[in-house]
């Protein structure tokens, strides 16, 4: 039975590989399959196309929320403190069976926070991992670590930054172009914290790292390269380097503005307007926990970022990097939201004509009466 769901996964892995594409290019087709949908149910080019761009805007802020939350998530997992101590967590594996388990059991349990810090942790667990077992004389099977790691995709959804979930619980992100019946709030407590998705999400938690390690080849075992061991053990340990001052090129001496940028006490008094933020949604207001919405998650990862980077300047050069990684997001959803609207404009199209073909059948019906 095992070496049957083997062979099937390896069949999936290459026909993803194949045959799907960048996520990019999958959002284009979906908008042409969108527009051609319109088209052949009476919408008209010119309606078509106004009927994207109502939609392709809606969801603006929802993205610029999650623009941030990915960007925190990222630094929070990539800081020197929070890698150290996966570090750390990446020792205690000692079989074949356990690595596979544990990376996939940690990245899984990181995304219920966040799904950007599930895939962050996921990637780096697996990459740790994967280095002590071979120091260890463990010989563990890296394409299986990786795709362990990439389990954090299968269970974020119900944990705390399930954006559907957040968006719907928040009347402020919810698009106003959606049809009034799809617009009304849904609180936290009947999606994230309902009994069906605690118990979906524990049963996920609970069975699919255990599939996992049950999946470790017996032979064929592809490791990662020493060279690479080598060079990701530099990676991690260079950003727990205590970090340099910066100075002019004339002279070597510190500006004022360097010490500013390197302040401890500038970065650190910063935390306290997100992080008051999230205690009076979360402590202060009434109803708790109840009150969590996206952007005091937001808060509270602004918050977590800035004291595990600390300097000014270290938590901006992180961000830049962050960027560069939730780009593919952005540039991908952007054109998400255009879709769903031709649906609501056909509806409502078609709405107004089935109204005026059944006024003229009553005024039809009123004339023959008299």
């Known amino acids: ?5 083997r062979r099937f996964g390896g069949l999936c892995s290459d026909l ?7 996520p990019y290019v999958i959002a284009i087709l979906l908008t042409f399959i969108a527009s051609t949908a319109a088209l052949l149910t009476g919408a008209g080019p010119r309606e078509t196309l106004v009927a994207w761009n109502k939609g392709v805007w ?62 962050i942790v996921g990637a780096i667990m697996a990459k740790r991992v994967a280095y002590e077992c071979r120091e260890k004389g463990i010989t563990v099977h890296y394409p299986l670590l990786a795709a362990a790691g990439y389990t954090s995709l ?15 619980a ?54 990662l390269p020493r060279p690479d061991f080598k060079e990701i053990d530099k990676i991690v340990h260079a950003a727990d380097e205590k970090p340099t001052s910066a100075v002019t090129a004339d002279g070597g001496r510190e500006r004022f503005a360097d010490r500013l940028n390197d302040s401890r006490l ?15 949604a979360w402590v202060l207001t009434p109803g708790g926990v109840s009150n969590l ?14 004291l595990l980077w600390v300097r000014p300047m270290a938590l901006v050069d992180q961000m830049k990097q962050s960027v560069g990684n939730v780009s593919g ?40 009466v008299s």
């Open 58 to 119: 809606t969801l603006l802020p929802f993205m610029a929320s999650i623009a941030v939350l990915l960007m925190a998530g990222d630094a929070i997992a990539k800081s020197p403190k929070f890698t150290s101590q996966l570090e750390k967590l990446a020792r205690i594996p000692n079989s074949q069976f356990t690595a596979v388990w544990f990376v996939g059991f940690v990245a899984m349990a990181a995304a219920l926070v966040s799904w950007a810090i599930g895939l």
């Open 329 to 368: 997001v952005i540039s991908s959803s952007r054109f998400m939201p255009g879709s769903p609207v031709f649906s609501r404009e056909l509806v409502s199209r078609r709405s107004s004509s089935n109204s005026s073909v059944d006024s003229r059948r009553q005024q039809r019906g009123q004339l023959s």
């Open 170 to 223: 928040d009347s402020t992100l919810i698009p106003t172009a959606w049809a009034p019946e799809f617009r009304q709030m849904i609180p936290l407590s009947e999606t994230i914290g309902s009994t069906a998705n605690i118990v979906t999400t524990g049963t996920l938690l609970a069975v699919i790292p255990v599939v996992m390690g049950l999946l470790h080849p017996k032979d064929g075992i592809t490791q």
């Open 16 to 22: 993803s590989e194949e045959y799907i594409p960048d």
């Open 154 to 168: 299968m269970i974020y959804h119900g944990g705390l930054t399930s954006s559907v979930s957040l968006m719907m």
């Open 1 to 5: 039975m095992l070496d049957l769901l």
């Open 293 to 306: 919405t996206l952007n005091s998650i937001n808060a509270l990862f602004i918050t977590l970022a800035v």
């Open 266 to 280: 500038i970065g650190l008094a910063i935390a306290l307007f997100p992080a008051f933020f999230v205690l009076n």
